[in-house]
């Protein structure tokens, strides 16, 4: 059974922050975009990281059809990592460590 600790913390610290940015911001996400990928070196981690979203992206359907769920259940994450990149795979993880959880727990009474 998987912990949901470390990705819940990480997933809270990291909206978090990222809702406290986005308030003080002096422009939009999609002008703070454009002019990361206007100079090579933010748009080479731009590009890095939108890689390793998408390798998140594909582990997250592979691990959605390993776990008998359609692939239009990850969706809302795909999303959220296309925009927030970490936002998706960290929540993700903590609701696939809740439903363990619980599916442990429910068995656990069955008995």
């Not at 986005?22 to 731009?46: C, K, N, Y």
Request: hydrophobic residues 55%.
């Amino acid at each position: 059974m998987m912990s949901v600790a470390l990705p819940l913390t990480a997933l809270l610290a990291f909206t978090g922050y990222t809702v406290s940015v986005m308030l003080q911001a002096e422009q939009s996400l999609i002008d703070f975009g454009i002019s990361l990928m206007s100079r090579p070196d933010t748009a080479q981690v731009v590009i890095d990281l939108y890689l390793l979203a998408t390798l998140a992206g594909v582990w997250m359907v592979k691990d959605a059809r390993s776990r008998g769920q359609a692939v239009w259940s990850v969706v809302p994450y795909l999303l959220l990592t296309a925009v927030f990149v970490s936002i998706g795979p960290l929540l993700y993880l903590v609701v696939r460590g809740i439903r363990e959880r619980r599916k442990g727990l429910d068995v656990a009474q069955v008995r």
